[in-house]
């Protein structure tokens, strides 16, 4: 293997101490916790995972933290109540409502009822224009955290070229438009891309949010290329035993990691970055709610 693997574990580990020691700054100072409302509606079990999994590493930032678990046949007329109920929390920094959501639910009307200023996903259509616009935001987690990562591997990414393949409103967007921000050239792919190969063999940067297991090998990438995956895609692993499963990216890691200067692995790469950046979400959140300086 040619490539630097770039540990998002340990990163997301770094920042989850800095978020530690803000929460007790603001404690001790301010006699402020801030607080996190996770809104899970139904039982996908994935979401069951990732929900229970926010709601622990916020305790142990030292952060409240607030879960609500409604039934899948929840109306949404009750849905939106919890979310006036939680925007009007002044213990609550921060909502995040946990998607999927089921079919029978709006999922823009949803999040466009949170409160922008709580909208520690970054998903409200305001923070996604005052993204656009390069104004102060909340900036989703898991670009935020392909963001920091790059920044750490390389420096200054200005003038860089950035492929993106993925335009989903949740990553491929908000990642492009951060990497604008930081001035690169970016270009964003997506399943209507004509010839995909030779648009990734241009980056630089190469960020990969399809959601299709491997799809991307090492003679796409650019001899040096910084590449991040985004990808979770759980696949069989008959070698682990019958019926048991792994989470492989969507670039092939193997031979990529022989061209790449550097990659993220999954998992352990982007993955941890996302909820290390929720839990930082919610303390700029809440040092915003009390007009006190945002940790930098
Ligand atoms: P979406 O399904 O919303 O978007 C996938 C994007 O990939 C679409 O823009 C689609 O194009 C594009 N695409 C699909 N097939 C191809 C193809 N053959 N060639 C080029 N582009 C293609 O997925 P998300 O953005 O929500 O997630 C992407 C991946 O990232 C998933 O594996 C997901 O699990 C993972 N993820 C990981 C997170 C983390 O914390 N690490 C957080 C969020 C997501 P089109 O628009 O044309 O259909």
Same mark, same amino acid.
């Given at each position: 293997?040619?490539?630097?693997?770039?540990?998002?574990? %340990?990163?997301?580990?770094?920042?989850?101490?800095?978020? %530690?020691?803000?929460?007790?700054?603001?404690?001790?100072?301010?006699?402020?916790?801030?607080?996190?409302?996770?809104?899970?509606?139904?039982?996908?079990?994935?979401?069951?995972?990732?929900?229970?999994?926010?709601?622990?590493?916020?305790?142990?930032?030292? *952060?409240?933290?607030?879960?609500?678990?409604?039934?899948?046949?929840? %109306?949404?007329?009750?849905?939106?109540?919890?979310?006036?109920? $939680?925007?009007?929390?002044?213990?609550?920094?921060?909502?995040?409502?946990? &998607?999927? $959501?089921? !079919?029978?639910? +709006?999922?823009? &009307?949803?999040?466009?009822?949170?409160?922008?200023?709580?909208?520690? #996903?970054?998903?409200?259509?305001?923070?996604?224009?005052?993204?656009?616009?390069?104004?102060?935001?909340?900036?989703?987690?898991?670009? &935020?955290?392909?963001? *920091? *990562? &790059?920044? !750490?591997?390389?420096?200054?990414?200005?003038?860089?070229?950035?492929?993106?393949?993925?335009?989903?409103? =949740?990553?491929?967007?908000?990642?492009?438009?951060?990497?604008?921000? +930081?001035?690169?050239?970016?270009?964003?792919?997506?399943?209507?891309?004509? +010839?995909?190969?030779?648009?990734?063999?241009?980056?630089?940067?190469?960020?990969?949010?399809?959601?299709?297991?491997?799809? =991307?090998?090492? +003679?796409?990438?650019?001899?040096? %290329?910084?590449?991040?995956?985004?990808? =979770?895609?759980?696949?069989?692993?008959? @070698?682990?035993?019958?019926?048991?499963?792994?989470?492989?990216?969507?670039?092939?890691? #193997?031979?990529?990691? @022989?061209?790449?200067?550097?990659?993220?692995?999954?998992?352990?790469?982007?993955?941890? *970055?996302? =909820?290390?950046?929720?839990?930082?979400?919610?303390?700029?959140?809440?040092?915003?709610?009390?007009?006190?300086?945002?940790?930098?």
């Amino acid at each position: 293997m040619r490539a630097e693997l770039i540990d998002g574990k %340990a990163f997301a580990g770094k920042i989850r101490a800095q978020v %530690a020691e803000n929460v007790a700054r603001l404690k001790s100072g301010h006699g402020l916790t801030p607080g996190l409302a996770v809104v899970l509606v139904g039982e996908d079990p994935a979401s069951e995972v990732y929900v229970r999994s926010k709601g622990k590493q916020t305790l142990e930032a030292g *952060m409240a933290s607030f879960e609500h678990k409604l039934p899948s046949d929840t %109306a949404q007329a009750d849905l939106l109540a919890l979310i006036a109920q $939680l925007n009007g929390d002044a213990s609550v920094h921060g909502i995040l409502v946990q &998607l999927p $959501l089921p !079919d029978h639910l +709006d999922s823009d &009307l949803v999040i466009n009822a949170i409160d922008p200023a709580k909208d520690v #996903d970054g998903f409200h259509i305001s923070n996604v224009g005052l993204l656009g616009t390069g104004q102060k935001s909340m900036v989703p987690c898991t670009p &935020l955290g392909c963001l *920091m *990562m &790059l920044r !750490d591997q390389l420096g200054s990414l200005s003038g860089l070229n950035a492929v993106v393949v993925g335009r989903s409103n =949740i990553v491929g967007k908000p990642m492009a438009q951060l990497l604008l921000g +930081d001035s690169c050239t970016v270009t964003i792919a997506h399943s209507r891309t004509r +010839d995909l190969a030779a648009v990734c063999r241009r980056a630089d940067i190469l960020v990969a949010a399809v959601g299709r297991p491997k799809m =991307i090998p090492g +003679d796409w990438i650019k001899p040096g %290329a910084t590449v991040i995956d985004v990808g =979770i895609n759980r696949i069989p692993a008959p @070698e682990k035993g019958e019926g048991k499963t792994r989470l492989v990216g969507d670039v092939h890691f #193997d031979s990529a990691a @022989e061209v790449a200067g550097a990659i993220t692995p999954v998992p352990g790469g982007v993955g941890p *970055m996302t =909820i290390a950046c929720l839990l930082a979400n919610t303390v700029t959140a809440c040092c915003r709610a009390h007009g006190l300086p945002e940790p930098t």
